[in-house]
């Protein structure tokens, strides 16, 4: 090991090794999961990262691409040990406006990126609600998605190329900075979502669009989540595509109460957040009024200035700095169902919290049938949590949906994996798994399912405390 560690420091300069000891930052990410790395290294490109990956590969250590740390699904948390690759150093940045193209180190922070954008009237549009901490990299592992993904499309439908350090430490460079290509088989897409198991990206190529030059947005309010849920399938299905339209229920609304627009009732059961955008102001706003009134909730406010507008979008992402505050009481949920079942989906999850005592925040991208359920619990409330989200990923594969729509599977929902894709498919993604990774020296214990989930899955929730270790198991059913 003293040998790899030495090795490790002569590529990326003694200052930035971290011995383990002292890596309690890289330890964890934004959920419970804590396991120490070997050691971090923070190269400074992509040369760096590669004799990295070639240094551990030869010495059989696993490597842990991280980002900014912020995944909900354990994803960079370095549960086989090993070393954690920082790609933080890598924040270089070229916006090339004639090919409205943004070329970025993996490390770039996405906001940083869309903002620089937007000083040349473009825009990044895939825009996570931890947008101004999360890096462009982690994006790319994740697939993620955001507040505009409804109208935009996810961090998938913008990567055009990407540079890649194989798992022996070779470098793949595809795609460039053209918008079509149709020579052969879309290796890029094979790397987006793979949560650092199948490469280390080093830099990222993404499609800019238009910065849109007005935005309109709206609050309605509604009796029940179900009539919240019903009006978003009734709006996306009259020819209407907005820019944003974000679900939150009562529970979310009392979280959020302090950053809710002055007089606003947070009492009320559900509230849409609606936004169109555009280039014609009067068409943007005659768009908006439109879909407020098909909506047709018990009240709404449209904001009537760009300021009151940020404080409408405001309380939507003070959500997770609220949950940032209560750690270890929370658990979110990322299912996505078709878009004509979100109402059986809400409806399936109130039937739980009734069943269960338990609170659980609706909250969500509700225009890509995207919600995430977080079930908030007290201390003797914690065994319930295991069970009462795998009625939730039950309930999401029951109506054709996802177990993870942006969040990624990490450690967290790895071994769900295959009730949701069958094992024909999830064969296939251990062949390829071994084909770009014989070792299986790349982020072990992610994505892929090691345990049948009724088995092992429960003790990865809140309840798992390291005692005879494997970890004890939850006791409590349903
Ligand atoms: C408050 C809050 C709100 C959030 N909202 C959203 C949301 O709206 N939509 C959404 O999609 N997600 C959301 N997330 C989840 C999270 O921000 C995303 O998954 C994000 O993409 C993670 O980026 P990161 O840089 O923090 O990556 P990390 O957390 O460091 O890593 C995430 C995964 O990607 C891998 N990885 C990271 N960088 C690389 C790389 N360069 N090469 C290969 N693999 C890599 C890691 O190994 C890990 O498996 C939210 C998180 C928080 C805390």
Known sequence: MTALLHRLAAIVGDVHLLPGEEAE???????????????????????????????????????????????????????????????????????????????????????????AANR???????????????????????????????????????????????????????????????????????????EGTLGVVTEVIVKLVPLPRHRAAAMVTFASVEDAAQAVSRVLASGHLPAAIELMDRVTLRLVRAKLPEGFDPEVEAVLLVEQDGNDEEFVQAELLRMVELLGGVEDRVAQSSLERERLWEARREFGKVLMAIPHRFFPEDVAVPIGSIPEMVRRVRRLERDTGLEICIVGHAGDGNLHPTILFREEQRHLVGPTAARIFQDAIELGGTISAEHGLGALKRDYAEAEHGPLALGLMRDLKRLLDPQGILNPHKVLPEQPADETFLERLPGWVPADGRGRRMEAGL
């Open 25 to 115: 930052d890289f330890a964890h990410d934004a959920t419970f999961m804590e396991h120490r790395p070997l050691a971090v290294v923070r190269p400074a490109d992509t040369d760096q990262v590669a004799a990295v990956v070639k240094a551990c590969a030869e010495a059989a250590i696993p490597v842990v691409a991280r980002g900014q740390g912020t995944s909900l699904v354990g994803g960079p948390v370095p549960l086989g040990g090993g070393v954690v690759v920082s790609l933080d150093r890598l924040d270089h940045l070229e916006i090339d406006v004639s090919n409205t193209v943004a070329v970025a180190g993996a490390g770039v922070v996405t906001g940083q990126l869309d903002q």
């Open 120 to 194: 040349h009237g473009l825009m990044y549009p895939p825009d996570p609600a931890s947008v101004e901490m999360c890096s462009i990299g982690g994006n790319v592992a994740c697939n993620s998605g955001g507040l505009r993904c409804v109208k935009y499309g996810v961090t998938a439908d913008y990567v055009m190329g990407l540079t890649v350090v194989l798992a022996d430490g070779r470098v793949l460079r595809l795609g460039g900075r053209l918008r079509k290509r149709s020579s052969g088989y879309r290796l890029i897409q094979l790397f987006v979502g793979s």
